[in-house]
């Protein structure tokens, strides 16, 4: 009698099959990831190490700017927001519904376009200073004082106008959504409009300005159309410096670290200074807040804080671009206009169509297969849309120039053919770059749509013997396409405002809307400019207008 082997056979580990979509979700999750790792990889691994030479001349001068820039812009930005959310949102005063929402318009204008438009309004030559001369008889500069123009001061001041919107709307949301009787027992006990600011509003929107400051200095310290303008040498005209004038790629990627250090930094602060602030009211008793009428002067005096802002972030550029185009129609019929903005939408809107496929690929993908890595790795893809441009452009064109140069060696090898450079010599690194930089926006439009979408509805179909693709198709698209579309919209907005990355990585003569305002502009060409700048502002209206219908009832 055979006697039986009574030992435990071990059981097969299964072994790790990844499908389509995981597979899927992964590679696009590495291609967004990949010019942030590529930035940090040829930081350490330079092919000249400059570092040392950079820290003992002029790193500090770059990151001094940088950080007073940063504080600045953040602090201006956030007087004026925080200031004019609490007056629309407590007070009833002269034209305040309409304030409430002309104070979002500064956004469409690109902080470099306001700054083009204030130098010319104010120069030697603009009108201001022509008005004062013929009113008061003075002949030259000598005989009066006038503020300096071309300083890191007007930068600021640019910069602050175009960015408070930022800390508006999250301010003003986040006093709404506060209850009324908070305001009324305050005012029960005596406390006057300043006491109730000070010390019951602003500590419950601290969050919300924490927010909106974080952005309006991520904006600053990517910024370099602007900061060029006014000579003010920060870390984002650092790596433009490095990497063509001294040629040095991997100084500028050490710099672009600076940079992203930086962002991180901020991040990580703005995340921090929440951690400990949870605010929670019952929904029961919530009331709506009453706002309170500002009676003469008060009222007059309200409605000039609100509308300073919206003058100097929207009317002045729009009147000085719209001034020049007028006088100079003939622009507007230039061949040079009509292939600058044949150029943007050719890789704005391929930008757009590809980031929001990309993106409901991989939000599917993850919810769909629902494995580990790929819904950790997630949260990562949204980096791109804090890295400056510059930053991803040094990440972007370094590997994939190498890249392109061996594709075009080996198949010159294998045809005979030289096809040239087809991945950096054409909009293909324009449009990867947009794709990175705005991919949150796509990522975040998805998944929110998606969420809202009952898992019966999936899981029907797919007992109905549809495939994930079907369903996909059949199911969550005609469910998601409003929120897509607005994702599809606000990302090639985005993309036509974008400089610094498109400066770095266009090709040779390729010029979009943006970087055709910014050379004429630098060649002091401000009639030349001004019919790509009011293009790029009408573009920047859509996103306005689309914010501010999304927040109608905030």
Known sequence: MTERNTQAIPARKPIWRPDPW????????????????????????????IWPHLLATTLPRYLVNSLVMMLLVGVLAALIGVGAAWLVAMYRFPG?????????????IPAYVGAYALVDFLEYAGP?????????????????????????????????????????????????????????????????????????????????????????????VSDFGTVEFFAVQTLTTGIFTTWLEANNAGGAAQIAGVVLLLVLLLVGLEKSSRRNQRFHE??????????????????WLATLFCT?????????????????????????????????????ISVGGGAAVVTITAAVFLVYGVRLTGRRLPRLI???????????????????????????????????????????????????????????????????????????????????ARSLGRSAGGT???????????????????????????????????????????????????????GEASPAALLVIGVGMLAVLLLARGNRGA
């Open 282 to 299: 019952g929904a029961r008793h919530k009331r709506p807040i009453v706002q309170i009428p500002l009676p003469g002067i008060r009222g």
């Open 308 to 344: 300073l802002p919206f003058l100097g972030g929207f009317v002045l550029p729009v009147g000085v671009m719209l001034s020049h185009a007028l006088r100079n129609t003939e622009y507007w019929s230039n061949p040079a206009l009509g292939r600058a903005l044949w150029n943007t």
């Open 378 to 460: 997630m949260p990562f893809t949204t980096i791109g849309y804090a890295a400056p441009g510059a930053v991803l452009a040094v990440g972007i064109l370094i590997p994939l120039a190498a890249v392109d140069n061996k594709l075009a060696d080996f198949v010159e090898w294998a045809t005979g053919v030289d096809i040239g450079l087809v991945l950096t010599g054409t909009g293909f690194a324009i449009v990867f770059a947009y794709s990175v930089r705005f991919f949150a926006i796509a990522q975040g439009a998805a998944d929110g749509a998606m969420g809202r979408i009952s898992p019966s509805l999936p899981m029907a």
């Open 128 to 220: 201001v200073q022509t008005w004062l001369r013929g009113v008061f008889g003075w002949a030259t500069s000598r005989d009066y004082w006038f503020p300096e123009i071309r300083s890191r001061g007007a930068a600021i001041l640019v910069m602050a106008l175009a960015l408070y919107p930022y800390v508006y709307l999250l301010t003003r949301s986040a006093f709404r959504e506060q209850s009324g009787n908070t305001y009324e027992v305050a005012r029960a006990l005596g406390s006057g409009p300043w006491k109730r600011f000070w010390r019951v509003g602003l500590p419950l929107v601290r969050p919300a300005i924490a927010a909106g400051m974080a952005i309006v200095m991520m904006e600053t």
């Open 472 to 526: 996909l198709l059949t199911v969550y698209a005609p469910l998601i396409r409003s929120s897509l579309m607005t994702a599809l919209l606000l990302v090639f907005v985005d993309s036509v405002k974008e400089l610094p990355a498109t400066l770095l990585l266009r090709p040779f003569n390729y010029n979009t809307l943006s970087t055709l305002v910014y050379e004429q502009a630098s060649l002091e060409n401000i």
């Open 96 to 108: 305040a519904r309409w304030l409430e929402w002309l104070l979002l318009f500064p956004l469409a």
């Open 22 to 49: 995981s597979a899927g979700a992964l590679l696009i999750a590495a291609l967004v990831m990949m010019p942030i790792a590529s930035v940090v990889w040829i930081a350490f691994h330079p092919a000249e190490n």
